[in-house]
Protein backbone atom coordinates (compact mmCIF):
# COMPACT_ATOMS: atom_id res chain seq x y z
CA UNK A 1 0.00 0.00 0.00
CA UNK A 2 1.15 3.47 -0.97
CA UNK A 3 2.19 5.39 2.11
CA UNK A 4 1.55 9.33 2.07
CA UNK A 5 2.04 11.01 -0.97
CA UNK A 6 3.17 14.80 -1.11
CA UNK A 7 3.41 17.05 -4.00
CA UNK A 8 5.46 18.92 -4.83
CA UNK A 9 8.42 17.78 -3.44
CA UNK A 10 10.13 20.90 -4.02
CA UNK A 11 8.94 24.68 -4.16
CA UNK A 12 10.71 27.75 -5.22
CA UNK A 13 8.60 30.41 -5.48
CA UNK A 14 8.40 34.76 -4.31
CA UNK A 15 7.11 36.35 -2.04
CA UNK A 16 4.40 37.55 -2.48
CA UNK A 17 3.11 34.60 -4.87
CA UNK A 18 0.29 32.07 -3.48
CA UNK A 19 1.48 28.71 -2.74
CA UNK A 20 -0.70 25.23 -2.47
CA UNK A 21 0.69 21.95 -0.70
CA UNK A 22 -0.92 18.73 -1.44
CA UNK A 23 -1.34 15.53 0.54
CA UNK A 24 -2.91 11.99 -0.25
CA UNK A 25 -3.38 10.41 3.24
CA UNK A 26 -3.11 6.68 3.41
CA UNK A 27 -6.49 4.86 2.55
CA UNK A 28 -8.61 3.71 5.36
CA UNK A 29 -7.00 6.96 7.53
CA UNK A 30 -9.32 9.28 9.47
CA UNK A 31 -6.74 11.68 10.67
CA UNK A 32 -4.67 13.80 8.55
CA UNK A 33 -1.97 16.37 10.02
CA UNK A 34 0.06 19.67 9.04
CA UNK A 35 3.21 20.07 10.56
CA UNK A 36 5.92 22.43 9.78
CA UNK A 37 9.52 21.88 10.43
CA UNK A 38 12.44 24.83 10.41
CA UNK A 39 15.30 24.70 12.42
CA UNK A 40 14.41 27.71 14.79
CA UNK A 41 10.97 26.16 15.75
CA UNK A 42 11.81 22.20 15.23
CA UNK A 43 8.64 20.48 14.28
CA UNK A 44 5.29 22.30 15.31
CA UNK A 45 1.57 20.97 14.70
CA UNK A 46 -0.21 23.22 12.06
CA UNK A 47 -3.71 21.99 11.79
CA UNK A 48 -5.51 18.49 11.68
CA UNK A 49 -8.38 16.57 10.42
CA UNK A 50 -10.80 14.27 11.88
CA UNK A 51 -12.71 12.56 9.21
CA UNK A 52 -12.49 15.36 7.07
CA UNK A 53 -13.42 18.16 9.66
CA UNK A 54 -10.80 20.13 11.29
CA UNK A 55 -10.22 19.72 14.30
CA UNK A 56 -7.57 21.72 15.73
CA UNK A 57 -5.99 24.82 14.38
CA UNK A 58 -4.28 26.35 16.97
CA UNK A 59 -1.06 25.75 14.85
CA UNK A 60 -1.53 28.06 12.41
CA UNK A 61 0.53 30.95 12.38
CA UNK A 62 -1.56 33.69 11.22
CA UNK A 63 -4.58 33.98 8.35
CA UNK A 64 -2.15 33.75 5.12
CA UNK A 65 -2.31 29.94 6.22
CA UNK A 66 -5.64 28.00 5.72
CA UNK A 67 -6.07 24.36 4.95
CA UNK A 68 -8.83 22.22 3.19
CA UNK A 69 -9.69 18.45 3.39
CA UNK A 70 -12.59 18.60 0.70
CA UNK A 71 -12.59 14.32 0.79
CA UNK A 72 -10.82 11.57 2.67
CA UNK A 73 -8.56 11.16 -0.21
CA UNK A 74 -7.20 15.07 -0.57
CA UNK A 75 -6.09 17.99 2.04
CA UNK A 76 -4.14 21.11 0.58
CA UNK A 77 -2.32 23.23 2.34
CA UNK A 78 -2.38 27.09 1.07
CA UNK A 79 -0.51 30.17 2.00
CA UNK A 80 -1.39 33.25 0.28
CA UNK A 81 0.82 35.59 0.17
CA UNK A 82 3.80 33.48 0.53
CA UNK A 83 6.72 35.46 3.25
CA UNK A 84 10.53 34.22 3.41
CA UNK A 85 9.98 33.66 7.07
CA UNK A 86 7.46 30.85 5.91
CA UNK A 87 10.54 28.33 4.08
CA UNK A 88 10.18 25.35 5.89
CA UNK A 89 9.70 21.54 5.28
CA UNK A 90 6.02 21.07 5.53
CA UNK A 91 5.00 17.57 6.21
CA UNK A 92 1.56 15.54 5.87
CA UNK A 93 0.85 12.85 7.89
CA UNK A 94 -2.02 10.74 8.50
CA UNK A 95 -3.52 8.00 11.69
CA UNK A 96 -6.32 5.56 11.81
CA UNK A 97 -7.07 6.85 14.72
CA UNK A 98 -9.30 10.31 16.08
CA UNK A 99 -6.00 12.35 16.60
CA UNK A 100 -2.13 13.40 17.30
CA UNK A 101 -2.35 10.45 20.16
CA UNK A 102 -2.07 7.94 17.59
CA UNK A 103 0.70 6.32 15.63
CA UNK A 104 1.04 8.80 12.63
CA UNK A 105 2.76 8.12 9.16
CA UNK A 106 4.57 10.90 7.22
CA UNK A 107 4.57 11.75 3.95
CA UNK A 108 8.48 12.38 2.57
CA UNK A 109 7.98 16.25 3.20
CA UNK A 110 7.55 19.09 0.98
CA UNK A 111 10.46 21.52 1.20
CA UNK A 112 9.10 25.37 0.40
CA UNK A 113 11.78 28.03 -0.05
CA UNK A 114 10.70 31.71 -0.66
CA UNK A 115 12.72 34.07 -1.89
CA UNK B 1 0.99 24.40 28.44
CA UNK B 2 3.05 20.95 27.84
CA UNK B 3 6.61 20.82 27.21
CA UNK B 4 8.90 18.24 25.95
CA UNK B 5 12.66 18.46 26.68
CA UNK B 6 15.27 16.55 25.30
CA UNK B 7 18.63 18.36 26.67
CA UNK B 8 21.06 16.07 23.97
CA UNK B 9 21.47 18.23 21.25
CA UNK B 10 24.00 15.62 19.45
CA UNK B 11 25.30 12.86 20.78
CA UNK B 12 27.84 10.90 19.20
CA UNK B 13 29.18 6.78 19.64
CA UNK B 14 31.12 4.61 17.87
CA UNK B 15 29.36 1.29 16.53
CA UNK B 16 28.46 -1.39 18.71
CA UNK B 17 28.49 0.94 21.45
CA UNK B 18 25.04 1.68 23.23
CA UNK B 19 23.21 5.07 23.55
CA UNK B 20 20.66 6.59 25.55
CA UNK B 21 18.64 9.41 24.40
CA UNK B 22 16.91 11.06 27.28
CA UNK B 23 13.83 12.85 27.18
CA UNK B 24 11.85 14.57 29.64
CA UNK B 25 7.88 16.04 29.85
CA UNK B 26 5.79 18.14 31.74
CA UNK B 27 2.02 17.86 31.61
CA UNK B 28 -0.88 18.70 34.18
CA UNK B 29 -2.82 15.83 32.64
CA UNK B 30 -3.01 12.54 33.86
CA UNK B 31 -4.06 10.50 30.27
CA UNK B 32 -1.24 11.39 28.08
CA UNK B 33 0.71 9.17 25.11
CA UNK B 34 4.59 9.28 25.13
CA UNK B 35 5.96 9.10 21.89
CA UNK B 36 9.50 8.11 19.82
CA UNK B 37 10.08 8.99 16.21
CA UNK B 38 13.11 8.63 13.99
CA UNK B 39 14.20 11.24 11.22
CA UNK B 40 17.02 9.31 9.27
CA UNK B 41 18.78 11.80 6.61
CA UNK B 42 16.43 10.91 3.93
CA UNK B 43 14.24 13.44 6.12
CA UNK B 44 10.44 11.45 6.34
CA UNK B 45 9.56 11.01 9.98
CA UNK B 46 9.23 7.29 11.37
CA UNK B 47 7.24 6.25 14.29
CA UNK B 48 9.13 4.31 16.56
CA UNK B 49 6.71 3.66 19.79
CA UNK B 50 3.77 5.10 21.68
CA UNK B 51 3.03 4.62 25.54
CA UNK B 52 0.30 5.74 27.52
CA UNK B 53 0.51 7.13 30.55
CA UNK B 54 -0.71 4.40 32.51
CA UNK B 55 1.09 1.61 31.47
CA UNK B 56 4.86 1.93 32.80
CA UNK B 57 6.27 -1.26 32.07
CA UNK B 58 9.65 -0.85 29.72
CA UNK B 59 9.71 -2.11 26.31
CA UNK B 60 12.13 -3.90 24.17
CA UNK B 61 11.93 -3.82 20.38
CA UNK B 62 15.36 -5.77 18.92
CA UNK B 63 18.02 -3.31 19.65
CA UNK B 64 15.78 -0.84 21.26
CA UNK B 65 14.36 -0.62 24.95
CA UNK B 66 12.18 2.86 26.35
CA UNK B 67 12.13 3.28 30.08
CA UNK B 68 9.00 5.10 31.37
CA UNK B 69 9.46 6.64 34.59
CA UNK B 70 6.56 8.90 35.49
CA UNK B 71 8.15 9.71 38.90
CA UNK B 72 10.83 11.88 36.84
CA UNK B 73 8.68 12.28 33.97
CA UNK B 74 10.64 10.73 31.59
CA UNK B 75 10.75 8.61 28.86
CA UNK B 76 14.39 7.58 27.67
CA UNK B 77 14.98 5.47 25.00
CA UNK B 78 18.16 3.10 24.37
CA UNK B 79 19.76 1.65 21.80
CA UNK B 80 21.84 -0.80 22.11
CA UNK B 81 24.63 -2.21 20.50
CA UNK B 82 24.17 1.02 17.72
CA UNK B 83 24.60 0.34 14.22
CA UNK B 84 25.59 3.17 11.30
CA UNK B 85 21.74 2.78 10.14
CA UNK B 86 20.97 3.88 13.34
CA UNK B 87 22.52 7.42 12.83
CA UNK B 88 19.08 10.11 12.66
CA UNK B 89 17.48 12.60 14.26
CA UNK B 90 15.66 11.04 17.21
CA UNK B 91 12.19 13.01 18.91
CA UNK B 92 10.40 12.68 21.56
CA UNK B 93 6.58 13.56 21.53
CA UNK B 94 3.61 14.25 24.12
CA UNK B 95 0.02 14.17 23.40
CA UNK B 96 -2.47 14.80 25.49
CA UNK B 97 -5.47 12.46 25.32
CA UNK B 98 -8.09 15.32 26.40
CA UNK B 99 -9.16 17.15 23.43
CA UNK B 100 -9.24 20.57 24.94
CA UNK B 101 -11.96 23.07 24.01
CA UNK B 102 -8.77 24.87 21.75
CA UNK B 103 -5.38 24.85 21.53
CA UNK B 104 -2.39 22.17 21.31
CA UNK B 105 -1.99 18.62 22.21
CA UNK B 106 0.45 17.56 20.74
CA UNK B 107 3.67 18.42 20.86
CA UNK B 108 7.54 17.47 20.04
CA UNK B 109 11.15 17.68 21.38
CA UNK B 110 13.85 19.82 19.98
CA UNK B 111 15.51 16.16 18.69
CA UNK B 112 19.03 14.92 19.15
CA UNK B 113 21.04 14.44 16.42
CA UNK B 114 22.49 10.87 16.96
CA UNK B 115 25.69 10.29 14.63
CA UNK B 116 26.99 6.47 15.07
CA UNK B 117 30.80 5.84 13.54
CA UNK B 118 32.09 3.07 12.17
Known amino acids: DAGVIQSPRHEVTEMGQEVTLRCKPI?????LFWYRQTMMRGLELLIYFNNNVPIDDSGMPEDRFSAKMPNASFSTLKIQPSEPRDSAVYFCASSFGGGPWDEQYFGPGTRLTVT | AQKVTQAQTEISVVEKEDVTLDCVYETRDTTYYLFWYKQPPSGELVFLIR??????QNEISGRYSWNFQKSTSSFNFTITASQVVDSAVYFCALSENLVNNYGQNFVFGPGTRLSVLP
Open chain 2, 51 to 56: RNSFDE
Open chain 1, 27 to 31: SGHNS
